[in-house]
T-cell receptor, first 112, second 110 residues
Framework: DAGITQSPRHKVTETGTPVTLRCHQTENHRYMYWYRQDPGHGLRLIHY???????DKGEVSDGYSVSRSKTEDFLLTLESATSSQTSVYFC???????????FGDGTRLSIL | SQQGEEDPQALSIQEGENATMNCSYK?????LQWYRQNSGRGLVHLIL?????REKHSGRLRVTLDTSKKSSSLLITASRAADTASYFC??????????FGKGNQVVVIP
């Protein structure tokens, strides 16, 4: 398996609280991604990064922010969590354009 | 939207049979990728086929791509119980941004 660690793996929190999810890679890959997976929607891209401090929005970025201060870490922050952000969040990495992505095992986030 | 759409949505087959899944998309692509997801796990990359390729093989997997019809198929031959999973197609929209379909649940009955 590609060296990708997501933390935490499970989290339950309350509406309105800030939440930060961490993705850590040991592969030195340039690209990193955050997706959410919901029933009936498949995987949807939230934000991605194409280098340190270089990030861009995906298709469902509202309510989320990201940061990448080091190659190995990509953080996803929900500034004020809402129940609609209850989901399973996946981090992925890729070495370059036009190459496969490798996924972590996900973080199951429940917002009550 | 360039999102891939898999068909059929769910498939149940006997061990040893072949399983075929289709994926359609709406706009031009750089490549198309197939992934597998076991319950409770992340996605695992299976095959990447580029827009100038028509067919690709990997073990018991065969992927075809028809860019004129904007469709792809994934064939799993001689299925095994371990092939039970969800299968996703994903289209590369450039800059390695993938658009995933909703997935196709495959159950292989021993």
């Amino acid at each position: 398996d590609a060296g990708i660690t997501q933390s935490p793996r499970h989290k339950v929190t309350e509406t309105g609280t800030p939440v930060t999810l961490r993705c850590h890679q040991t592969e030195n890959h340039r690209y990193m991604y955050w997706y959410r997976q919901d029933p009936g929607h498949g995987l949807r891209l939230i934000h991605y990064s194409y280098g340190v401090k270089d990030t861009d929005k995906g298709e469902v970025s509202d309510g989320y922010s990201v940061s990448r201060s080091k190659t190995e870490d990509f953080l996803l922050t929900l500034e004020s969590a809402t129940s609609s952000q209850t989901s399973v969040y996946f981090c992925a990495i890729s070495v370059a354009d036009n190459q496969p992505q490798h996924f972590g095992d996900g973080t199951r986030l429940s917002i009550l | 939207s360039q999102q891939g759409e898999e068909d059929p949505q769910a498939l149940s087959i006997q061990e040893g049979e072949n399983a075929t899944m289709n994926c359609s998309y709406k706009t031009s692509i750089n490549n198309l990728q197939w992934y597998r997801q076991n319950s409770g796990r992340g996605l695992v990359h299976l095959i990447l086929i580029r827009s100038n390729e028509r067919e690709k093989h990997s073990g018991r997997l065969r992927v075809t791509l028809d860019t004129s019809k904007k469709s792809s198929s994934l064939l799993i031959t001689a299925s095994r119980a371990a092939d039970t999973a969800s299968y996703f197609c994903a289209t590369d929209r450039g800059n390695n941004r993938l658009a995933f379909g909703k997935g196709n649940q495959v159950v292989v009955i021993p």
